[in-house]
């Protein structure tokens, strides 16, 4: 990225959402899960900062976070201009705090802003310890905030029992084939000031056409000039969540933007929800979420994804 592109570095359309330890986080932001290792991911981050995101998903997991450090500093970017999120995975045989120093010297920086727990079963044998060790590490001045992803509300509430810090957040798989599932969960992160960020909000378009959703997502994708994809994430942002969404296409990634201008109506998010509800319920989903199970089955980490599909084919 050049000095001159970075002077013209545009502004994000999509808001800041304010966390419950007085910290921002943008509210959208590029995942590094399934770009692979390499040059790819270096490329990627570079693309999707380029265009504008200025919030970076990584986890221990996906084994670029090196590459996704490389891209950083090759952004020319200051540290404080991106928000960096990485995950604690259970990977090499490091705990939390190894974990975390070993995820900062692959980024290459001296903090990150957001670190979560990938799963609740990397820590299910003692949560509340496994949650002292992660406020240790905001403390020390490792981490701006913490979190967790893939927890559910009996997960959180053994957490929150004895936590002195609150999770800022909790990264769950969302789009509206899974709302009617996920809707008590968000509600509860809300009730306690914990912001949702949802994942694979593309999957009805990428890994379950054919469904329910099709018909609305098209007529208010031709309403708005639009696509669908930008439906989705626009979705997502309606629903007061922080999107992680990724491309490999500059033009994609550039539409993601420009989707926070979308302004679905509550007739719309209605439209979406109902679809969403019906599909998960339709033939359709039974015969296409083991294909998406499988799918998911092939990256980097599975977790409650597959628990998920699992319950809703039952």
Not at 87 to 114: A, F, H, P, Q, W
Request: proline share 4%; hydrophobic share 45%.
């Amino acid at each position: 990225m050049t000095l001159l592109f970075r002077q013209c570095w545009r502004v994000m359309p999509w808001p800041s959402i304010k966390l419950n330890d007085g910290h921002t986080i943008p509210s959208i932001a590029f995942g590094t899960w399934r770009t692979g290792s390499g040059q790819d991911p270096i490329d990627q981050v570079d693309r999707a900062l380029s265009v504008g995101f200025s919030h970076i998903d990584t986890a221990q997991a996906y084994g670029n976070e090196e590459e996704a450090g490389i891209a950083l500093r090759e952004s020319g970017l200051a540290r404080k201009d991106v928000f960096i999120t990485t995950k604690y995975s259970g990977r090499d045989g490091l705990g939390i705090e190894g974990s975390i120093r070993s995820s900062l010297r692959k980024l290459g920086v001296e903090y990150v802003d957001l670190y979560l727990i990938h799963d609740p079963s990397l820590v299910q044998s003692d949560i509340p310890a496994a949650w002292t060790e992660m406020e240790e590490l905001k403390k020390a001045g490792l981490v701006k905030s913490i979190g967790v992803s893939n927890f559910e509300i009996e997960h959180l509430e053994v957490l929150l029992a004895s936590a002195k810090i609150k999770p800022a957040a909790n990264q769950i798989l969302l789009h509206p084939y899974v709302y009617a599932h996920q809707a008590p969960l968000i509600a509860y992160c809300a009730q306690h000031g914990i912001v949702t960020e949802g994942y694979s909000a593309l999957i009805p378009i990428t890994q379950l056409p054919g469904g329910p959703l099709d018909a609305p997502l098209l007529e208010i994708a031709k309403r708005f000039d639009a696509t669908t994809d930008q439906v989705l994430l626009a979705w997502v942002k309606a629903k007061g969540a922080v999107a992680v969404t990724s491309s490999s296409k500059k033009s994609r990634l550039e539409g993601y933007l420009t989707a926070a201008d979308l302004e679905l109506t509550s007739d719309d998010i209605v439209m979406l929800d109902a679809a969403g509800a019906k599909g998960a319920r339709h033939e359709f989903m039974r015969k296409t979420a083991r294909r998406a199970i499988v799918l998911a089955l092939s990256g980097a980490i599975v977790f409650r994804t597959y628990a998920l599909f699992e319950a809703l084919l039952s």
